[in-house]
């Protein structure tokens, strides 16, 4: 009878035997031994095998990399044969960060392995059911993978990667995901802002899908750290930053919020609108529009009985013939007040009429300036009327407006100073500053000028 340990087994036995490493590899024992060692919400992560789309934020130093680590195996064990995928953000991560502690890992709970380096890093796990073979790629090269069977794909600091990139490469990696018995996609990253961790599982949208799960792990939960660690971070770190690198939540990392007087619990409060049966909607319709092409938005609101706005509406409509059209099926016959961008009195993207011609059309009545306010003083007319100075609050947004309660939370300045455009939270809130401003402008004093007087000799 074979002795359990393999180290109380001369070498010569073993070749004498023809014992092989999985031979002497117990894989619930091993699952075991790693589950024992987790903490807090690693170990929350490790055992869901059921969720098909599992997330992870954490703290600096929540260990992260090692959960990820111990998720690998686990799903390797669960789908003997079958191979599996760890993305690193780039390839230079997977030598420096991926590969040295996952051997780590393996040596340490005397996992049997074998390594390959070229031409791309793989593992094979040698498990009584048989050799299993784990791939080492980079998200940047996430194509590699197409054509492939897999059971399962983890993702290393997703949240580093270009937003965009990580868009496009998530439903084509799902698609991969068919063999084996345990199917699942795992990404782990700290919170970056609101990127790809929060679209995916913390947005509105994320929250409401089933196949999708987020575990937070905190920095302080990890027993493992050195004494000092989180006390340097915190004399370190402004609060803000310290919410993401701390504790793992989604914060705005970039250079200041743009509404920054937005406060979901104050803000985000359900619309009442006055409809009667023979008639429909009563009340009068007050509607920013924010032209793009392929992307037109508008942000309908109704007057408030305390004289502020309350946006109860939002819709995304390909040009400005969709959006009248489904602005008209809507609200049938309401009164409807256009408040767009003044700079659709121009010739439309795709029509010979202009966009307002268009809105006219559908019956909107063109409420806009001959040109379009300095953005900083929409911005302040928006800001002022979420909180002005006497700190009442005069501006609302039904619960049903999701993209424009994001968007107000999530729109950050740019290096110049300018409201950013680059992540696409600029087009709502651009559609209710059109009617903001037009209704409440924030009026500038402006210095009277001195009176020059001509002297003639």
Not at 35 to 47: A, K, V
Not at 173 to 178: D, Q, S, T, Y
Request: charged fraction near 25%; hydrophobic fraction near 40%.
């Amino acid at each position: 009878m074979l002795a359990a340990d393999p180290f109380s087994i001369g070498i010569a036995q073993i070749h004498a035997a023809k014992i092989r490493p999985c031979d002497l590899f117990d894989p619930a024992a091993a699952l075991e031994a790693i589950r024992s060692d987790l903490h807090g919400e690693q170990l929350t992560f490790f055992n869901d095998l059921q969720t098909r789309i599992l997330g992870a934020t954490a703290g600096y130093g929540a260990g992260k990399t090692w959960s990820l680590c111990a998720k690998a195996v686990s799903l390797a064990i669960a789908n003997p044969g079958i191979t599996g995928c760890v993305l690193e953000p780039t390839g230079p991560l997977i030598r420096d960060i991926w590969q040295p502690d996952f051997e780590a890992f393996m040596d340490e709970y005397s996992i049997p392995y074998t390594a390959r380096q070229s031409p791309l890093p793989e593992y094979v796990l040698h498990l009584p059911d048989g050799d299993t073979k784990i791939l080492c790629r980079s998200f940047e090269n996430w194509r590699r993978i197409i054509g492939l069977n897999l059971a399962w794909v983890l993702a290393d600091e997703i949240d580093t990667v270009d937003p965009r990139i990580a868009q496009l490469a998530f439903p084509k990696i799902l698609g991969r995901l068919r063999a084996g018995q345990v199917r699942q996609f795992a990404s782990a990253s700290t919170p970056e802002g609101f990127r790809w961790m929060y679209k995916t599982f913390q947005s509105d949208d994320g929250q409401k899908r089933a196949d999708r799960r987020l575990v937070k792990m905190r920095t302080r939960d990890n027993p493992h750290l050195p004494d000092d660690y989180i006390e340097t971070l915190e004399a370190n770190y402004d609060p803000q930053l310290l919410k993401a690198y701390l504790e793992g939540e989604f914060v705005n990392l970039t250079s200041g919020q743009v509404y920054d007087r937005f406060n979901r619990a104050i803000h985000v409060r359900p619309c009442h609108l006055a409809v009667d049966e023979d008639d429909g909607i009563l009340d009068s319709i007050y509607a920013g529009l924010d032209f793009n092409i392929g992307n037109t938005n508008a942000i309908c609101c109704i007057r408030t009985a305390a004289g502020g706005l309350h946006a109860f509406a939002e819709i995304n409509a390909h040009d400005t013939e969709a959006m009248g059209q489904e602005m008209r099926r809507r609200f049938g016959d309401a009164k409807i007040l256009g408040y767009p961008d003044a700079s659709g009195n121009n010739r439309s993207t795709n029509s010979a009429r202009s966009d307002i011609a268009i809105l006219e059309s559908y019956g909107i009545r063109n409420q806009a300036p001959a040109k379009n306010p300095p953005i900083r003083d929409r911005v302040a007319s928006v800001q002022a009327l979420l909180e002005n100075g006497k700190g009442q609050h005069r501006l609302f947004v039904d619960p049903a407006c999701t993209g424009l309660i994001e968007d107000l939370e999530q729109q950050a300045y740019d290096d110049r100073g300018e409201p950013d455009k680059s992540h696409g939270n600029d087009h709502r809130p651009d559609a209710l500053g059109y009617v903001v401003h037009r209704l409440f402008a924030v009026e500038r004093s402006v210095a009277r000028q001195p009176v020059r007087r001509v002297r003639v000799y």
